[in-house]
């Protein structure tokens, strides 16, 4: 079964700082991988995805994410960040060709420092 | 073209009672997915519903039910609330084909058990 692991609940950077949030998975089979945000109140949407082809995916808002296959990694990125990016953040895999679910990891609050 | 429509947005209950939350996905979208959010644990899968069929379940008691009606709305039933039942329920939709790619949420409904 798939699963997803996300390093720090809590995440603080500086207004302009590189934003990294750390995401691992698991998957018995070749995986989709997602970044949904959520921001306060809301429900979450769609930031970026990788479903196959190119490993560095481009989102909304300046994301990034780069599937790394040998390292089961997917972490997100940003090169300047920004008040408005405040909110948090979840992780999440779906097999391919298998049961058509999205299983999330724990997310990870993003906390912006002016 | 209206977004994914969560009824009640906030409901209080005490332990004992039963709660069902409605979703009305996006016009189009047949797939509608149930989720748990909670402080800690992110979002835990519930079950998914498509052409009003379960196709998929989560890890929860028998406590947790849905249904889709024809038109793709789907209810949500907890009975016998318990304290830990506390949470926003988010429920989410889909295109057609595109359950494992691409979830549209809705901004929840959030559950106090007292």
């Not at chain 2, 996905?25 to 379960?54: A, D, K, N």
């Not at chain 2, 038109?71 to 429920?91: H, I, K, P, Q």
Request: net charge positive; with cysteine; aromatic share 12%.
């Amino acid at each position: 079964a798939q699963s997803v692991t996300q390093l720090g609940s809590h995440v603080s950077v500086s207004e302009g700082a590189l934003v990294l949030l750390r995401c691992n998975y698991s998957s018995s089979v070749p995986p989709y991988l997602f970044w949904y945000v959520q921001y306060p109140n809301q429900g979450l949407q769609l930031l970026l995805k990788y479903t196959t082809g190119a490993t560095l995916v481009k989102g909304i808002n300046g994301f990034e994410a780069e599937f790394k296959k040998s390292e089961t990694s997917f972490h997100l990125t940003k090169p300047s960040a920004h008040m408005s990016d405040a909110a948090e953040y979840f992780c999440a895999v779906s097999e391919v060709n298998r049961d058509d679910k999205i299983i999330f990891g724990k997310g990870t609050r993003l906390h912006i420092l002016p | 073209k209206a977004g994914v429509t969560q009824t009640p947005r906030y409901l209080i209950k005490t332990r004992g009672q039963q709660v069902t939350l409605s979703c009305s996905p996006i016009s189009g979208h047949r797939s509608v997915s149930w989720y748990q959010q909670t402080p800690g644990q992110g979002l835990q899968f519930l079950f998914e519903y498509f052409s009003e069929t379960q196709r998929n379940k989560g890890n929860f008691p028998g406590r947790f039910s849905g249904r889709q009606f024809s038109n793709s709305r789907s209810e949500m039933n907890v009975s016998t609330l318990e304290l830990g039942d506390s949470a926003l329920y988010l429920c989410a939709s889909s295109l057609p084909g595109t359950t494992n790619e691409k979830l549209f949420f809705g901004s929840g409904t959030q559950l106090s058990v007292l």
